[in-house]
């Protein structure tokens, strides 16, 4: 199942992520040096180890959408998804998502976390978002332990009001 995955994603999702985003002005994040040879190892070790999800959405027998996503303790998480341009008309992410959320319920799983940026596909799957929260760490050096400083204090003096 992994072997089929990776040639899926490497002969379709990848063409079609790029079929998306290529021509916009922000291009494609998957020209970014090394990082579909990441996206490929969370796809083969994630899926094997259970921790990472590939979905494909076939119409008859022509995929139109994919999403590598994330999973963890009963959640899954909306990571990297893309679709077909050819049918954008029919919404084919909206309906991947949408198969998704009955495969989490079919599981019992109890989130879909659809993670950060208030993209108005995800605010119409919920309206009212939960209040987001930020982790952060810092580098062990000078700068990194006065960022982690100011952190602290902002974070003492939001919380003293």
Known sequence: MVDAAMQDFRERFVPAYHNLWRP???G???D???LVEFLTRVLVEGVTAGWGHYAVLYVA???IAWHLGLSHNRSLYWWVP???AAWENWSPGKALLAKLIEYAIARGWTRLHL???GHAYK???RPDPDDLLAVRWHAPSFGGRIL???DALHGWLKARG
Do not use: E, I, K
């Open 28 to 30: 494609s994040l998957l």
């Open 115 to 117: 993670l950060t940026g």
């Open 148 to 150: 982690g400083c100011y």
């Open 24 to 26: 916009r002005p922000s």
């Open 123 to 125: 605010l119409a799957w």
């Open 82 to 84: 893309t679709h077909d």
């Open 61 to 63: 027998q022509t995929p």
């Open 32 to 34: 970014r040096p090394g």
